[in-house]
């Protein structure tokens, strides 16, 4: 394991890398150690910050619990996202005042970027995932397993896609948007911030600002 170069945000480039920081550490924060480990970055996490208790399967990674939120100093490490849930991801970025310019975006080698891909800060896009062309990803998006995401969809900042969920071509997703495990969201809809969408559904007409639908159709 090499600490001092990394693959860049999203092309092979090599950059500086100083030690990582993850916020947050239930099982989103896992599957954040398993992503840094498949790119070969697992040695360079400084530790977890999360008010809780590590759980069991997060001492079985041997990284060190740095404490709480409160009073935590970020100092010259990088940091990345633990916690699954867009509303406390976004309540998190706000608590802790975190410099942007100190947020890494980790991208599977398996993952898939396509042509003219418009990209924030701070990704996690896991093995599997496909984003077709011309696509907007905004800050702090998680694309879990095998996501799709159609051509010139656009991803508002913090939200979240899991595993096996598929966004059609030219969606509009709002910000702190959660799209649950194999959920599908037909092609052209809009999602407004904060909405919420069950696992298994079809969404098939736009939702609501802060709404949950869930079922098939999604209503």
Known sequence: MNCEAT?????DARVVLQRIV???GAGHGSDVLTLLFRLNLLGCVDGVVD?????PRMHKWGVRH?????GFLLEERLWVLGVGTPAVRSHVRTRLHLPVDQARSFVDAEATIGFGVSTGVGLTVFAGARVSSLCVLGDFVHLSQNTIVGHD???GAG???MPGAAISGDVTIGKDVFVGTNAS???GLTLGDGAIVGAGAVVTRNV????TVKGVPAR
């Open 7 to 11: 693959p860049d945000d999203i092309g």
């Open 22 to 24: 993850i916020l947050g």
């Open 51 to 55: 008010d809780a208790p590590l759980l």
């Open 66 to 70: 740095l404490g709480g939120f409160d």
């Open 153 to 155: 969809s656009v991803l």
């Open 159 to 161: 939200t979240c896609i």
């Open 185 to 187: 969201i037909l092609q």
């Open 208 to 211: 609501k600002s802060h709404s």
